[in-house]
């Protein structure tokens, strides 16, 4: 399996964030501009929660909050299991079993956010991964 460093380096895209003082509606409109799921709420330069389009549903629409009116410090997910580079697509996986959750930040070795993960991006290099065993074991068979 690629190490985490190499995993982010092919995924190419900057980890898009938001602060605390933000509005959901901000968020949203990042969330929908970029076409992704999460944002990584950042203080600081320090990660300190996660908004999702579950904490959306779950937090703003169901309580009748406003998205305009509420920012996100109210709603985001401040539970944060994070990973380090070094770590494997096979221990993400577990953590975000083990937590349910559906996204990691990922640390380099000096503290600072070097990735945002999500279950797809790990589920779409754990099935590369496999197709890539599965033609060399037939390669192997066939030759």
Do not use: W
């Not at 509606?25 to 908004?51: S, W």
């Amino acid at each position: 399996m690629k190490s985490l460093k190499h995993l982010l380096d092919e995924k190419k895209r900057d980890v898009i964030s938001v602060t605390p003082t933000d509005t959901v509606f901000q968020a949203l409109n990042l969330m929908a501009k970029h076409d992704i799921g999460a944002l990584l709420v950042i203080e600081d330069g320090k990660p300190v929660g996660i908004f999702s389009e579950r904490d959306y549903a779950r937090k703003v629409v169901l309580h009748g909050k406003t998205s305009k009116d509420t920012p996100i410090r109210e709603v985001m997910s401040r539970k944060l299991f994070y990973v380090t580079l070094s770590q494997t697509v096979e221990e993400c996986m577990a953590i975000m079993t083990d937590r349910h959750v559906r996204h990691l930040p990922v640390m380099d070795e000096a503290g600072d956010v070097a990735g945002f993960l999500s279950i797809g991006d790990l589920v779409k290099e754990t099935i590369s991964q496999q197709k890539f065993i599965i033609e060399q074991m037939e390669r192997y068979i066939t030759s």
